[in-house]
Nanobody, 124 residues
């Protein structure tokens, strides 16, 4: 079992920045591929970014590429999402997730554990 707790969400103006954190507890954090997803009201949950077990490989959705950066600190069992140049369309609940699958994991169904989510609201 892995427990995930997100933090760092909030209200920010367009063009601003936020840094989300996701702290993990339970089984060895470094054995999981980690991902960030988001879900806006009335929309399906969508992939944002993923990072490999040792952090040497990352992959992003086209909508956030060049603006968001995913990173992890295995010693602290934490994954981060640095969000810059935020846009109103980035408004959503952001979730971190852990997958036991190796590789570029972009589909929610391949993730085994999820956090409770943190709200990000970007005002225009």
């Amino acid at each position: 079992q892995v427990q995930l707790v997100e933090s760092g969400g909030g209200l920010v103006q367009a063009g601003g920045s936020l840094r989300l954190s996701c702290a993990a507890s339970g089984r060895a954090f470094s054995t999981y591929t980690m991902g960030w997803f988001r879900q806006a009201p009335g929309k399906e949950r969508e992939f944002v970014a993923t990072i490999s077990r040792n952090g040497d490989s990352t992959y992003y959705a086209d909508s956030v590429k060049g603006r968001f950066t995913i990173s992890r600190d295995n010693a602290k069992s934490t994954v981060y999402l640095q969000m810059n140049s935020l846009k109103p369309e980035d408004t959503a609940v952001y979730y971190c997730a852990a997958s036991s699958t190796y590789g570029r994991v972009t589909t929610p169904g391949w993730y085994n554990y999820w956090g409770q989510g943190t709200q990000v609201t970007v005002s225009s």
